[in-house]
């Protein structure tokens, strides 16, 4: 049996390894496709699930609206999205994914978390009822500051 010191390395790091992969494959993406992890989601996601709003958009992402609002300003002057007023309430801007846009989405890799995405429906309730618990622990015990989880 492994000391609990032993199993708290192995959680860090399997945490950690799931960061850097994360990062490194980021970059990868970058350099491959010109295209970052979050443009490929939202590439991923209008393609899916066709025409969505910029609030519908961030959380998705688990983003704020702040943060989703410049990065899809410069996906549409990038030609990747396309923008149009709601006509049921002309405050709401809708997305669109473009041909240009389409064709990256069906091109490129998917990511870590485009692979757990597709890939956690397929486990049993129990397994992500367990997965899910031990997440919830996990953010818990490492107190995290609200704010900075965008």
């Known amino acids: 049996m492994r000391s609990s010191a032993e199993l708290t ?5 399997r945490l ?4 850097r992969y994360s990062h490194r494959f980021g970059h990868q993406l970058k350099r491959d496709y010109g295209v970052s992890g979050r443009r490929l989601s939202v590439l991923r996601y209008l ?7 910029l609030s519908d958009i961030s959380r998705y992402l688990n983003l704020r ?3 989703t609002s ?18 049921a309430d002309c405050r709401r801007v809708m997305f669109t994914i473009t ?3 389409g064709r990256l989405a069906e091109t490129a890799p998917l990511t870590v978390f485009a692979r757990l995405r597709r890939d956690l429906p397929g486990l049993s309730e129990e397994e992500l009822l367990a997965i899910d618990g031990a997440l919830e622990r996990i953010i818990a015990v490492a107190d995290l ?3 900075l989880l965008e």
């Open 9 to 13: 390395e192995s959680i860090v790091r």
């Open 16 to 19: 950690l390894s799931l960061v």
């Open 47 to 53: 393609a899916e699930y066709g025409e969505h709003s």
């Open 65 to 67: 609206d702040g943060t």
């Open 70 to 87: 410049p990065l899809l300003d410069s996906m549409t002057q990038d030609g990747l999205v396309s923008r149009r007023r709601d006509s």
């Open 99 to 101: 041909e240009e846009g």
């Open 145 to 147: 500051d609200e704010s």
